[in-house]
């Protein structure tokens, strides 16, 4: 066909190539999560990252012992708990490999025990939610004191999520607490029937008869994790991929068992080397969009990108590895697996290549700014669509107030 | 706020408004020294994250200078510009900055003089809005070694 399709079958060819004349490197591709496994699978339709093999059942404890696995909830939703038993039957086998000593939503160890333990003790450390108040500090801090490897799991801890939103609330947290515990209906009724004096807000210590209460503090800003503390490897994804979990797995059974290195420091587990273009199915046409629809108010094709069909897809500024789950069911993609490493935030290449989707017209010479901001204003609250799980990681990253200070 | 003197990032392109820069340092015209210049070969070619970051560095305005419509060396880049620079200032206005202190203007590379008016409106109007209101967020964990 064309110069593209040429280019794409002697990719292939070298593919095919590289395969027959090294077999040993496909045996270990946990070592490169990145990119190899995503390619090798990447034939006719790509489908994202493929699992990691690993093998049959786990062989009973690692020779050295069992290692130590500590997974924690900062400020997130709890799906990314969920997602971990996503692994299937390869869960019962974990407790093989080794002692979870803390897992809020499974298991019994309290911050006490973690506090007990000897440093360096706990060998991984899987950490999802965002740091949002005192009590999330503490613990990320304890917990990266007692491990060895720590895991920003979930987009939530890797660039902020949904909780950093809260970020562009310009009264920080005074405004949100006081929203949500007056302003809201069902509280302004509460209050208004039973504290209708002064409203009652939660405040972080209170004297009572038996001594005194204290509720962790709630912080003006919401941190990622690695703005917190360091962070050893990072998987994104609201919440990860079963593909991804299998990844950290292997590599963490292969060093347990058999002595293998683990991936470098910073390593992000679970992505491809591309955008989420290059999983989607769909075909684009490269069309102009001069009006802008929600999924709901378009018939979709399932055959068409989304772009084209003039539904805001941020596929093209989001890194590959979920196998384009969300545009195959035709929901645009929201980013949640982050900004490809070239860029720092993934807001602004968002919205750059989506500006560019509005059409030059034949007015475009003689028309003036504010019929530009017109047309763009099409896009209703781009800052929370183009930001809505990178805010802790985008460059302005709160709000700001003109005049105060 | 009389003694406020604002940094502002001007961003021009090379075809139109550089040399409608140059012409006005050759003309000897007169303007305030308020602004560092950013050569970029099209208007288009300033990425949002650049002036994002201007502003998180702490710009306090940003000035883009472009050639004017239908006069693009690269026949349509400042229209995608225009477009882009359009929804970055309904973002700017979104975080609570002021949209003006983000202006977009065109120059062409005979202006010496618009160049010189632009440049002195700009920085009045960035002096009246006053400094910044960025806030740093300081991360965690650089908090704690600060203190230590």
């Known amino acids: 066909m064309g110069w593209w399709?040429?280019?794409?079958?002697?990719?292939?060819?070298?593919?095919?190539?590289?395969?027959?004349?090294?077999?040993?490197?496909?045996?270990?591709?946990?070592?490169?999560?990145?990119?190899?496994?995503?390619?090798?699978?990447?034939?006719?339709?790509?489908?994202?990252?493929?699992?990691?093999?690993?093998?049959?059942?786990?062989?009973?404890?690692?020779?050295?012992?069992?290692?130590?696995?500590?997974?924690?909830?900062?400020?997130?939703?709890?799906?990314?708990?969920?997602?971990?038993?996503?692994?299937?039957?390869?869960?019962?086998?974990?407790?093989?490999?080794?002692?979870?000593?803390?897992?809020?939503?499974?298991?019994?160890?309290?911050?006490?025990?973690?506090?007990?333990?000897?440093?360096?003790?706990?060998?991984?450390?899987?950490?999802?939610?965002?740091?949002?108040?005192?009590?999330?500090?503490?613990?990320?801090?304890?917990?990266?004191?007692?491990?060895?490897?720590?895991?920003?799991?979930?987009?939530?801890?890797?660039?902020?999520?949904?909780?950093?939103?809260?970020?562009?609330?310009?009264?920080?947290?005074?405004?949100?607490?006081?929203?949500?515990?007056?302003?809201?209906?069902?509280?302004?009724?509460?209050?208004?029937?039973?504290?209708?004096?002064?409203?009652?807000?939660?405040?972080?210590?209170?004297?009572?008869?038996?001594?005194?209460?204290?509720?962790?503090?709630?912080?003006?800003?919401?941190?990622?994790?690695?703005?917190?503390?360091?962070?050893?490897?990072?998987?994104?994804?609201?919440?990860?991929?079963?593909e991804s979990i299998s990844h950290l797995l292997k590599a963490v059974a292969d060093f347990a068992y058999n002595g293998v290195a683990l991936p470098p420091k910073g390593t992000m587990v679970g992505i491809t080397s591309k955008t989420l273009c290059e999983e989607c199915p769909r075909k684009k046409e490269y069309k102009r969009i001069t009006e802008v629809k929600e999924p709901y108010q378009v018939d979709t094709n399932n055959d068409k990108c989304l772009v084209d069909q003039g539904i805001i897809c941020l596929g093209s500024a989001t890194m590959g590895g979920c196998g384009a789950k969300c545009t195959r069911v035709g929901q645009p993609c929201r980013g949640c697996y982050g900004p490809s490493p070239e860029v720092q935030e993934l807001g602004s290449s968002a919205f750059t290549a989506i500006a560019s989707l509005f059409p030059v017209t034949d007015e475009d010479p003689t028309m003036g700014e504010d019929k530009v901001d017109d047309i763009m204003s099409q896009i209703k609250d781009p800052l929370g669509y183009f930001y809505a799980f990178s805010m802790s990681k985008s460059l302005i990253r709160r709000s700001v107030k003109e005049g105060g200070q | 706020m009389a003694d406020f003197e604002p940094k502002i990032v001007a961003f021009c392109c090379n075809w139109c408004s550089y040399a409608g820069a140059d012409g006005a340092g050759v003309a000897r015209l007169q303007m305030p020294t308020n602004f560092r210049i950013i050569r970029t070969m099209c208007s288009a070619r300033i990425d949002p994250e650049f002036i994002l970051r201007a502003f998180s560095k702490g710009a306090d305005g940003v000035i883009i200078l472009g050639c004017h419509p239908a006069d693009c060396h690269y026949i349509g880049g400042n229209y995608r510009a225009r477009r882009r620079i359009s929804l970055l200032r309904m973002v700017l206005e979104q975080y609570g900055f002021d949209p003006k202190r983000l202006n977009l203007e065109w120059v062409s590379a005979s202006e010496a003089t618009k160049f010189q008016a632009t440049i002195t409106n700009f920085v009045k109007t960035v002096k009246e809005l006053g400094p910044t209101p960025l806030v740093k967020v300081v991360d965690r964990k650089d908090a704690v070694k600060e203190a230590e």
């Open chain 1, 5 to 242: 399709a040429d280019r794409k079958k002697k990719k292939e060819e070298q593919k095919a190539a590289q395969a027959t004349s090294s077999p040993a490197k496909t045996a270990a591709p946990a070592k490169a999560p990145v990119s190899e496994a995503a390619e090798c699978s990447a034939d006719k339709e790509p489908v994202g990252l493929a699992a990691a093999d690993l093998g049959p059942l786990l062989p009973g404890a690692p020779p050295n012992g069992k290692v130590n696995l500590a997974i924690y909830w900062a400020a997130g939703c709890g799906g990314c708990d969920v997602s971990i038993l996503d692994t299937n039957e390869r869960i019962l086998t974990i407790s093989d490999m080794a002692n979870i000593v803390m897992w809020p939503i499974a298991v019994d160890g309290k911050e006490k025990d973690i506090a007990a333990m000897e440093d360096g003790s706990i060998t991984v450390c899987m950490i999802n939610g965002a740091v949002r108040n005192s009590e999330n500090e503490h613990m990320v801090k304890l917990l990266r004191q007692k491990s060895l490897i720590v895991v920003s799991y979930g987009t939530c801890a890797c660039f902020g999520g949904t909780p950093s939103l809260a970020n562009l609330v310009p009264g920080g947290k005074d405004e949100i607490l006081d929203y949500v515990y007056t302003k809201v209906p069902s509280s302004a009724a509460f209050q208004s029937k039973y504290n209708s004096a002064k409203p009652r807000i939660p405040q972080t210590s209170t004297t009572v008869p038996e001594g005194q209460l204290t509720l962790p503090v709630l912080y003006d800003t919401v941190y990622a994790l690695d703005q917190v503390i360091d962070v050893d490897y990072y998987i994104p994804g609201c919440p990860p991929m079963q």
